[in-house]
């Protein structure tokens, strides 16, 4: 069917369209007019998921996840917020409300739970696109109470917020209190330990101690290696002095024995001389031999003097050797009763780091849990307080009747069209053409409308004949 088709039907059918219209726009104004008037207050909360919490210290991975903004909506929606907001309003103090209860339910069932259900079923919570926001929005009959109701739901939400984050400290209070006390007494414990130890030794036992005494032996070592390497020097000396008498260095190297040699060497030149000038009984002749003799004598004696001092020398280097010996093996011993109990009290001290490492760990553990145990704020905040609307939300009166008069149009139209259906006519010569595939030579005039325009007054027509009557009575 053309829309020329329709148009012809609706002028044809204009009663009818008119009726079906005019009920549905009534109908449309009656149920506008007697739907309840409904106020709708927001409010909005702000998470704050970027800022590092200011007793942890860090930002949880947590809250960062999409998961964490569904799982506060969650929250808001609990059963928990909602028979907070019923305690904080104290709505269970209400008469009607207990009565409304009593109609609906016949007294069964908890009156707190069913008043937390029907203050969810008005409530709705929805986060915003792109941000951390989550908007409250309450409906109710009063602008007062659908303000103070989402406002309640915003205040009971941070408190459940809150109660969520600390419960679990002051839980954990007394837990970390006992493990504290276990840590500090295996602290003590162990102090003890490594204080009675120093006492039995009767030694302070640092580190810089056993430096000394190991620099001390290390001392020790080194003198000894010389000593060793004086001995060996004087032994051969005294080697040399024994074998060579005064062809030795420490002969050879005496000035004294020198000099004696020096007086020998010229008394004997001295001697030669004289022998030869004035023969060998002349009495300076004598006088000079005996000279020679007691110089010779002198001689050896000095010898024999500084061999015996190469060997007094060898011996003492020999027992200093000795005596070194046995002050270094005395310091390593002492070096090493030192290191064993070094190494014993670094056990005793390991066990007390140890213990202080728990201690404090403990104690840093409970010290952050007595600060979560008493916040006062979470990582939420309120962003806007909800305020009294002054227009209701429903119903909304033009969006209702636009509504109303599209239906009206679209029933009245589809109301005219079903009674076509059932009554067809001609209602424009294009359908007698494709109905009857002939062209159309004429169109007779409406009778109906001849007869009312000759009824008017002031027509010069005459009037109608019989038999036009009666064609149009039969029409």
Do not use: C
């Amino acid at each position: 069917m053309t829309f020329k088709q329709i148009m012809a039907v609706l002028r044809a059918r204009w009663w009818v369209a008119l009726s079906v219209a005019a009920f549905t726009m009534t109908v449309a104004a009656l149920i506008t007019w007697t739907t309840p008037k409904t106020y709708v207050a927001t409010a909005s909360v702000l998470l704050d998921v970027k800022n590092a919490d200011p007793i942890v210290g860090m930002v949880s991975p947590s809250m960062a996840t999409p998961a964490f903004l569904v799982t506060q909506v969650d929250i808001l929606k609990s059963k928990r917020v909602g028979m907070k907001v019923i305690r904080n309003m104290r709505l269970q103090e209400s008469d009607e409300m207990r009565r409304r209860w009593k109609a609906e339910t016949k007294g069964t069932g908890d009156f707190q739970g069913w008043l937390a259900t029907l203050l969810q079923n008005s409530m709705d919570a929805r986060p915003s696109r792109g941000s951390n926001v989550i908007f409250v929005t309450y409906k109710a009959a009063s602008p007062e109470f659908a303000a103070a109701a989402a406002n309640g739901f915003v205040q009971a939400y941070l408190e459940t917020v809150l109660e969520l984050r600390t419960n679990p400290a002051k839980a954990s209070k007394d837990f970390f209190d006992a493990n504290a006390r276990s840590a500090r007494m295996a602290l003590e414990s162990a102090q003890a330990r490594l204080s009675d130890y120093q006492k039995s030794q009767d030694l302070l036992v640092t580190d810089e101690r056993l430096d000394v005494e190991t620099s001390r032996l290390n001392e020790l070592s080194n003198q000894l290696v010389l000593m060793q390497s004086a001995v060996a020097d004087s032994s051969s000396r005294q080697a040399a002095a024994n074998a060579q008498g005064d062809r030795s260095p420490d002969v050879m190297a005496n000035p004294l024995v020198a000099s004696l040699k020096a007086d020998l060497l010229r008394q004997q030149t001295s001697l030669e001389q004289l022998s030869t000038r004035l023969g060998e009984s002349h009495p300076a002749v004598q006088e000079l031999r005996t000279g020679i003799e007691d110089t010779s004598r002198k001689l050896e004696a000095e010898v024999r003097r500084v061999t015996g001092s190469v060997g007094v020398g060898n011996s003492v280097n020999i027992s200093r050797v000795a005596q070194v010996k046995a002050s270094l093996e005395a310091q390593r011993l002492k070096v090493m009763k030192l290191k064993a109990i070094r190494d014993e009290a670094a056990i005793l001290q390991r066990d007390v780091d140890s213990a202080q490492r728990t201690y404090d760990g403990v104690q840093a553990r409970m010290s952050n849990t007595n600060l979560e145990s008493q916040a006062n704020q979470a990582n939420v905040t309120s962003l806007e307080t909800a305020v009294a609307p002054a227009l209701p939300d429903l119903p909304r009166v033009g969006t209702n009747m636009a509504l109303g008069a599209l239906l009206a149009v679209l029933l009245a139209t589809a109301v005219t069209l079903l009674l076509e259906t059932w009554d067809r006519r001609f209602r424009i010569p294009e359908e007698a053409e494709w109905l009857l595939q002939q062209p159309v030579l004429g169109r007779l005039p409406s009778f109906s409308k001849l007869i009312k325009d000759s009824a008017k007054p002031g027509q010069t027509n005459a009037r109608p004949s019989p038999a036009l009557l009666a064609l149009t009575s039969k029409t």
